[in-house]
């Protein structure tokens, strides 16, 4: 029987436990321990940035990183994204501005373009900023700027507003109903 590992961390905010062999992927982990398959496999080799998730808060390639690596950390998945069905500002821009097509690189983009607005704390970042940030994200099918336009426009704070859940208004009532 080869060796198993116990390892603890938390994924999308609730603590959870794994055994598995000590050199399994974090991306396996994900997808096959875990149930949680938005972690794309792209490349399998760190190029593409299909595997993106943040671990602490920062972006990794989920395909190069031991679990091992992770155990004790807090790891964020697109499943963690939007809490509940209404979608994040920056979710609702890609669907919106195009910025989503085919679904392989889409996850890795959201995370890493989430750390990005994260670390400017409600700044705008500029074109060459997104970019960059995302210059570890292959994508074969926008062309990169409707992905950086939904970025920059969930920035805005319009788009920050208008994906805070609201409270359902009071029905009206009609003139002479009870």
């Known amino acids: 029987m080869s060796p198993r590992v116990t390892l603890a961390f938390s994924v999308n905010g609730k603590r959870r436990r794994v055994t598995v062999p000590p050199m399994k992927r974090l991306l396996d982990v994900l ?12 490349c399998g080799e760190g190029e593409c940035g299909a595997c993106t998730v943040l671990i602490d808060g920062r972006t990794v390639n989920s395909c190069l990183v031991p679990a091992v ?14 809490r509940g069905p209404r979608l994040t500002a920056l979710q609702q821009a890609f669907v919106g501005m195009g910025g989503a097509q085919c679904g392989i690189c889409t996850p890795g ?3 890493s373009a989430h750390e990005l607005l994260r670390r400017r704390r409600g700044r705008v970042p500029s074109d060459p900023e997104v970019r960059e940030a995302l210059a570890g994200n292959l994508c074969r099918c926008t062309g990169y700027q409707k992905i950086v336009d939904a ?14 859940p609201r409270r359902p208004a009071a029905p009206r009532r009609r003139a002479g109903s009870r």
């Open 109 to 111: 983009v959201l995370l």
């Open 69 to 82: 690596q992770a155990d004790g950390a807090t790891l964020l998945t697109v499943e963690g994204l939007a």
């Open 31 to 42: 997808r096959e321990d875990l149930g949680l398959p938005g972690t794309k496999e792209g």
């Open 151 to 164: 970025v920059r426009a969930a920035a805005r704070p319009a788009s920050r507003a208008a994906s805070r």
